[in-house]
């Protein structure tokens, strides 16, 4: 277990630096939600969501969400590409934990995606949004869950496909779908009765739907609570799905 | 003192079978291999003969569908942590993150022997100024020459001072000068620290004059074994290639000539 921690930190670290590395990672990866935010949000302020709360407090969790959603799912990406030049087997070949080149590049995923967040919310209050702090705060731990479990699923998925096109039909094709059934740009409490039903096969949607609480700071009406349990249920799946896929990729050639 | 200690690397009967929806594909069809310390062996063969899929096998990276094998010292099968501690492994591919400095690579790569960030960056130095990468240390690796890569993917796989190193392919794609280079680089490696160097190639000049002795594999089984010079005299030729052309009826898919 110890060394589980220390091998992920060794990976989390080599990631990190990466990442820090290249200056158009932290500002790329959040160009979409900001155009949302920038572009869309002002629309919405005058319109009634039916959240109770401004439409800020509705939007900004909601381009949260997306955030992780689009940032995380994408991240396999960057594996194809160590994958493909031979690191993967590199690490592979060393005593390194094989969980380790897994966990040390989510943790890493789950560190930029909350900053980033953080910023996020911090353009989205010079707009108008406004938020009691705590709930602000819980709202990142639903971001870091979330981000953790994409991540891990993106990984998961990246080692074992054949080409990064393939990659990327297979991400695209499960991420637009989701995002719109989540009622992440405009909530849920718009739709009419067949949508919302639909929408709550979708895991996203009691996340989106909890951290919009968070921003009304209503913590105990239930919502709340079911957002975490799915969403950390959700985790808890893309945990060991991740690892299992991860592990899977390691047997064959 | 040969023959009284047990081979570093001891192989039999090792295979691997591929299902494909074509059905199955024998790569390795039942190896044996050994080797003593110190020793280069050569496996030579031409491109998919089963070298690749061999080496990762004995690297750990591929469970092999039959036979058994000691590497370093540990049951492959077994044992796999403890022969990774104590193997090198360069890919053909290399294995370099385009993105990461050559130093950084170096130093994370002692990290993920376990060594402690001090040691690891001993180690590092100390590699960096023996395969003469000292002036690297802060380039990316994708600003790197061919021959460059090259030396810094062995120094990485000699991090952990291994007793056995595995180098699949090393001089492909290198320029004569690099690959000269790579030649003596190897044999120093062997001379100053009694490492048993595993290399594939399908150079038969290379073979000749690197390996102490080569296994010629080809679709998957041994065909040949023995020193460079035992070959040629056997089959009675001149050169390493009429050697090859009468044990395999055929050429290397590559020109021997450099």
Known sequence: MNRLLSDTGVIFGRSMRQTLRSKTALTFGMLQPLLFLALMGPLLSKLDLRTGGTSWQAFVPGLLVQLSLLGGMFVGLGILVERQAGVIDRMRATPLHPAAPLLGRALRDVVQLVVQSALLVLLGAAFGLRAPVAGVLLGFVFVGLLSAALALLSYGLAMNVRTTPEFAAIANTVVLPMMLLAGLLLPMTLAPGWLDAASRVVPFRYTVDAVRHLYLGEYTDGTVLAGLAVTAGLTVVAFFGGLALFRRSGRTP | ?258
């Open chain 2, 1 to 258: 003192m040969p023959g009284m200690t047990p081979p570093v690397l001891d192989v039999h009967g090792l295979s691997r079978t591929f299902q494909l929806r074509s059905g199955p594909v024998h790569a390795v069809r039942g190896i044996d291999l050994a080797a003593e310390r110190g020793e280069i062996l050569g496996v030579l063969g031409p491109n998919g003969a089963g070298k690749t899929t061999t080496v990762r096998m004995l690297a750990t990276l591929l469970p092999p569908s039959g036979g058994r094998a000691v590497v370093a010292g540990h049951d492959l099968l077994a044992d796999p942590a403890g022969v990774r501690a104590r193997i090198g492994y360069v890919a053909q591919s290399g294995g370099l993150d385009p993105n990461c400095a050559v130093g950084e690579e170096l130093v994370t790569q002692g990290r993920m022997h376990r060594l402690s960030r001090a040691e690891s960056r001993a180690r590092a130095a100390e590699l960096a100024a023996d395969l003469n990468l000292g002036d690297l240390l802060d380039r990316p690796t994708a600003a790197l020459s061919g021959g460059q890569r090259r030396r810094l993917e062995i120094a990485l796989g000699l991090v952990n001072r291994p007793e056995v190193l595995f180098l699949d392919e090393p001089t492909t794609g290198l320029d004569p000068g690099s690959r000269a280079d790579l030649w003596d680089l190897v044999r120093r490696v062997r001379h100053d620290h009694g490492t048993t160097v595993l290399l594939t190639t399908h150079y038969l000049d290379e073979a000749d004059a690197l390996a102490d002795r080569l296994v010629i594999v080809d679709a998957g089984s041994v065909v040949a074994e023995g020193a460079p010079a035992e070959l040629k005299a056997r089959h009675d030729a001149a050169t390493l290639q009429d050697a090859f052309l009468a044990i395999t009826g055929r050429a290397t898919d590559a020109p021997a000539a450099v």
